[in-house]
């Protein structure tokens, strides 16, 4: 499911607008996803969906409103058989949540319904968490315009500028980058080999996340699904040449990434970059997850990843020194 919410475009969630087919809003939707969950795997992988949504636009406050019909999601109690359901009207991703919640705690009597509960209560702290987030000022932009930008991309006849991969090159316009980063800006201006060849080596880069990273310049987006080290590739890159905007992109797209697989290096490079909010959400991730606890019990992570988990601990339990005031 959250694959498939990630091919929506940001213009599909605007505050006004509900989902297309079930009418209620986004959030609903991605609650009602995670019910079908079968496994802890895709009930992470729902509430990284709720993450994005927030991330992208979608509001909590938002409320189901369809004055043509009447709505609503059922669900079978697998021990009498009775269908249990809420309606969707006047109701916002919270308020439904709530819903659920006391219509199942009635239940409890009759039958167990503590999965779905503990479902519930994630779901509603990570609306309120990601909710909470401070997030960065966007625009959103006529489509015609982005296509624009990706034909300039891909006009490779105009590219004035080689960037040496380590698996073959990548060509752009020299303008658009050195307005963007200081470091190419003073590469190609002074009397250096850059500016001579214009050719920069980044043979330490794969062409795949030097693309990503051009590509997220270029049109802030991708027509690709970058996995988890192409996206930190490209960051290496945005960071190194200090390319603010898509070091930010770039850190919002790794915090909808992390999972027991790419935690451990994407937490190294949160720390080693000093990326607070992926440093946040990293550290949420490792206190939640079973997998990551027992690999800093037993020593299996990094010196950087565990200093980065017992931070938070040990700000915590540090005492505050007390003041009389005169």
């Not at 752009?172 to 800006?185: N, T, Y």
């Not at 930010?248 to 937490?267: H, N, V």
């Not at 990551?292 to 040990?314: D, F, H, N, T």
Request: net charge neutral; aromatic share 6%.
């Amino acid at each position: 499911k959250y694959d498939e919410f990630k091919k929506l475009t940001f213009d599909s969630l605007t505050a006004k607008e509900l989902h297309p087919k079930q009418r209620n809003t986004w959030l609903v939707e991605a609650v009602n996803s995670g019910f079908a969950s079968e496994n802890l795997e895709e009930v992470e992988g729902n509430l990284r969906t709720i993450d994005w949504l927030i991330m992208a636009g979608a509001s909590a406050s938002q409320k189901c409103c369809d004055p043509t019909r009447s709505r609503c999601f059922s669900m079978c109690d697998r021990g009498n058989g009775k269908e249990l359901n809420v309606w969707y009207d006047g109701k916002s991703a919270i308020s439904y949540i709530t819903s659920w919640q006391a219509k199942l705690q009635n239940e409890l009597l009759n039958s167990n319904w503590s999965d779905e509960l503990d479902y519930l209560d994630k779901a509603l702290e990570r609306i309120a968490r990601a909710s909470n987030t401070e997030k960065r000022p966007k625009v959103l932009i006529d489509e015609g315009i982005l296509e624009n930008w990706e034909r300039c991309l891909r006009a490779t006849c105009s590219h004035d500028l080689t960037l040496d991969t380590a698996d073959g090159p990548v060509t752009a316009h020299a303008v658009i980058l050195k307005e963007a980063s200081p470091v190419i800006k003073a590469m190609l201006g002074s009397p250096m080999k850059e500016q001579e060849t214009q050719h920069v080596q980044v043979k330490d880069s794969p062409k795949a996340g030097v693309s990503l990273f051009l590509e997220t310049l270029y049109t802030c987006s991708t027509s690709t699904e970058p996995d988890y080290h192409t996206v930190l590739s490209a960051l290496d890159l945005a960071h190194r040449w200090q390319v603010h905007v898509v070091v930010a992109i770039l850190t919002d797209l790794l915090g909808t990434m992390i999972t027991e697989e790419s935690f451990p290096p994407i937490a190294e490079h949160a720390a080693l970059k000093g990326l607070e909010p992926l440093k946040k959400a990293c550290r949420r991730f490792g206190h939640d997850s079973w997998v990551i606890q027992q690999q800093l019990k037993k020593g299996r992570l990094s010196r950087v990843v565990r200093e980065l988990l017992l931070q938070e601990a040990a700000g915590t339990a540090r005492s505050v020194r007390k003041r009389k005031l005169l």
